[in-house]
């Protein structure tokens, strides 16, 4: 008799339903709350957090981006946290077939980074390639996770189910272990995310308990991995142009580097509909809701406020005001951006320079866990 593969038999334990139940109603209210105390904290004890964010370069940044998690870059860097931005090349091949125009991508990513605020003289900014004892992190952890528990991650679970028959790569399958050395090699304990990556996170928590507990410590006094905690996204989430989620490969997106007059030839092609009373509506209008938010993130006011002032001006009506507000608020980070795109050496000594910073430090978490697992020799 054939058997059933085991992820799809083996009974939930305690870890695996945690991870499956990371976004519930429940644990999501949690994950707020205390989001909260650490922004009240981080006021008051920046010294205290080292903040790991990462992007892969699978394309160039976009409005979703910014508002999502680029935004509060340089506040928090600015506050005084050790700030430290990871450009995922690897992670680029975890559902693609080759890497793509990877190095202008990686080189634009930094190049955003930058634009945003990011200084690369108080932050590390660096290439998930160019660190290899961190990717060596993936042996141990490993072996501190089981099939059932990744096949269970709602990302990988997600992704399995969209493969229409298609085998899944083993990196694809190892996905939460990788974003979990990215968390742990840095000793980071702060990781902006949305909701939808809090599973994640759950896991990179699980793995360091469990080295602790498996193997132990190279001090006795301190466990060789600090326990992340999530700092939830506040921004709205933004559908993209065609009223669908926004995303790179669905050219949906206004991109940072777009110029103004290109930002203005998406945004007339922006999906909306034929009332021409314009009102905030996010489940019977999403897609003239998604504009009047971005109106408002560029500074036009509430989205309420700003339908009532457009009244029966109609969809071109807020597709200028838009196209205006948009265009206003990134003019700096853009006059920034083609400065730093046009000087491609300064921004391969940056990345170099994070690269070394990051070797550093990966380094040194490595030998401590060599030596917590007694493989010093």
Not at 99 to 121: F, H, K, N, Q, Y
Not at 358 to 365: G, L, M, P, S, W
Request: proline share 5%; with cysteine; charged share 25%.
């Amino acid at each position: 008799m054939t058997q059933t593969p085991e992820h799809e038999t083996t009974t939930p334990t305690s870890a695996e339903e945690a991870l499956a139940n990371a976004t519930n109603d429940a644990s999501l209210a949690r994950s707020l709350a205390r989001s909260e105390q650490i922004r009240a904290d981080l006021d008051v004890n920046p010294g205290r957090y080292r903040m790991l964010t990462g992007v892969r370069p699978t394309g160039n940044m976009h409005l979703g981006h910014y508002f999502g998690t680029m935004h509060s870059w340089r506040r928090i860097q600015d506050l005084g946290v050790d700030t430290w931005i990871l450009v995922a090349d690897y992670q680029v091949i975890t559902d693609r077939d080759g890497v793509g125009p990877i190095r202008e991508r990686v080189l634009s990513l930094v190049a955003d980074t930058l634009a945003v605020g990011v200084d690369p003289e108080r932050s590390t900014v660096f290439a998930h390639s160019a660190v290899p004892a961190a990717n060596q992190l993936m042996l141990p952890f490993l072996s501190l996770v089981t099939e059932s528990e990744l096949h269970r991650n709602p990302t990988v679970k997600a992704e399995l189910e969209a493969t229409d028959g298609r085998a899944m790569t083993g990196l694809m399958l190892t996905y939460p272990v990788h974003q979990a050395a990215d968390i742990l090699f840095c000793q980071a304990n702060l990781v902006p995310v949305g909701k939808d990556q809090l599973p994640h996170l759950e896991q990179a928590r699980l793995i360091a308990q469990r080295f602790d507990k498996r193997y132990g410590r190279a001090d006795s006094k301190r466990p060789v991995f600090r326990r992340p905690e999530a700092l939830l996204s506040e921004a709205p989430l933004l559908l993209g142009l065609d009223g669908e989620k926004m995303s790179k490969s669905r050219h949906n997106t206004i991109e940072l580097r777009m110029s103004a007059d290109e930002t203005a030839k998406a945004l007339r092609k922006a999906k909306t509909d034929s009332d021409r009373v314009i009102t905030f509506d996010p489940v019977a209008r999403p897609e003239v809701a998604n504009l009047l938010t971005l109106a408002s993130l560029c500074g036009a006011g509430a989205p309420e406020e700003v339908a009532e002032r457009i009244g029966d001006g109609g969809a071109g009506a807020l597709k200028a005001l838009t196209t205006e507000v948009v265009n206003e608020f990134f003019a700096p980070v853009r006059a920034r951006r083609a400065e730093l795109a046009a000087n491609e050496d300064y921004l391969c000594e940056v990345l170099h320079a994070g690269n070394a910073r990051a070797r550093e430090v990966a380094d040194a978490t490595l030998e401590d866990v060599r030596r917590a697992m007694h493989m010093d020799y």
